[in-house]
Structure formats: C-alpha cells, structure tokens
C-alpha cells in the first residue's frame, strides 16, 4: 500500500530556470495539497486540488507558481524562474478515500529544492 | 496569523523521562493534529483530537485538546532516542481543508 510519492527528492536548479515538482497521491485520493516549509518553520498551505480542478490556491505566490492535478498522472507544482527565496521543502499531501477520514492528510517525503 | 505556536521551540531529555509540549491556537476548530518530522524528512501523522474530545491516547503517546483555552499537549511517556525529532501542532478550522502548522517543537532524547 503505497504512500504519497514525490520526485524527485532533492532539486538543484539555478535563479532564472524553472522547477517541477511531482507529487502521486495515495491509492484512491483523490484531493492534494501542497506545502512550503522554509528552514525551521512549520508548513505553510500553498494550494489544494482535486482531479483536474485548482480548489483554493491562495497560499500560492501569484507569480511563477503554478499547479496542476491532470485526469491522468501525478499532481505537478511548477516554478518559473526560480529565485534563492525559493529554496525549501515543498511537501505534498493527499486526502479522500475508503480507509481515511476525510480530515486525515498523509504527506509525502517532500522534495527540497535547492536555487543556486 | 499564527494559528499553532508550540511551546517549547526545543526540549532536551535524557532517555526514559517523559516529554511534554503544548500547543496554542487562535481561532476555533474542527480538530487538532500532532506530526512528527525527523530531520530532513516528511511529516508522520501521530494522532488526531476531535474538537469535541478532551483526551486521547495511543501507544506512548497522550493528547490533551483544552478548547476553552485553545491550547493541546502532546505527552511522550518513557521516551526513546528513536523519538528525537521535530514535533508539529497543525489544526483545520471550521470549514477549512487547510492544515495550519506551528514553528514545532525540536525534541532531542539523549541515550
């Protein structure tokens, strides 16, 4: 039984490129969400999706952020032009399905993006 | 604003003791969560208190939810080293499907 995936684990990319982050919801799930966790702080929210429809993304800066959760395939959170300011722990978390309260959200390892 | 604050930022005991950290909130809840997160690792969820519920346990692990002062702990009996890690209040408020997370509380269990 498969947890929430995320790829890749750890991401260099240089300012000015462009960064995608991959997230596999668990087995069933049909709601992710994304967090941002910069050094020493706890998660912030950035946005919520279900299958093919963005739900609340108001914690997403509006520039350079987008996300997307496709009928087929992993949910995607893509930075454009990526910054220093950027560099974090972005974690994935997904909800829904027969075994977990509606509540419960099982988060990913997260993927640490490193902007050189 | 804040809505979970921890308290404390960090605590360090030696192996066996008992460990405690609270939990503050601002606004009402439905629930109140308590993860852990080891070092450069993903959140493990540790166990959820309704709103409704005052005291919850499971395995070494004692949750208390006081809404009347908006304020949990998170009680580790007879610690191990293997509990070292950073320990996060995250709660939902009424309505919402955003999980609203405090700065953690870093827990070091000396052997």
């Known amino acids: 039984n498969a947890g929430v995936m995320q790829n890749p684990r750890h991401l260099v990319r240089r300012r000015g490129q462009e960064a995608r982050l991959r997230c596999s919801p668990m087995k069933g799930h049909s709601h992710v969400y994304w967090y941002r966790q910069l050094p020493e702080e706890g998660l912030k929210f950035m946005v919520y999706?279900?299958?093919?429809?963005?739900?609340?993304e108001s914690g997403m800066p509006k520039e350079r952020f987008s996300a997307e959760f496709p009928k087929e395939g992993p949910s995607i959170l893509r930075i454009q032009q990526v910054v220093r300011g950027d560099s974090a722990a972005y974690f994935c978390?997904?909800?829904?399905?027969?075994?977990?309260?509606?509540?419960?959200?099982?988060f990913g390892p997260g993927t640490r993006l490193t902007v050189l | 604003s804040q809505q979970g604050e921890e308290d404390p930022q960090a605590l360090s005991i030696q192996e066996g003791e008992n460990a405690t950290m609270n939990c503050s909130y601002k606004t009402s809840i439905n629930n109140l969560q308590w993860y852990r997160q080891n070092s450069g690792r993903g959140l493990v969820h540790l166990i959820l208190i309704r709103s409704n519920e005052r005291e919850k346990h499971s395995g070494r692990l004692r949750v208390t939810l006081d809404t009347s002062k908006k304020s949990s702990s998170l009680l580790i009996t007879a610690s191990r080293a293997a509990d070292t890690a950073s320990y996060f209040c995250a709660t939902y408020g009424a309505g919402s499907y955003q999980l609203t997370f405090g700065k953690g509380t870093k827990l070091s269990v000396i052997p």
């Open positions: 999706l279900q299958k093919e429809n963005i739900i609340d």
């Open positions: 978390a997904s909800s829904g399905g027969a075994r977990s309260s509606y509540n419960e959200q099982f």
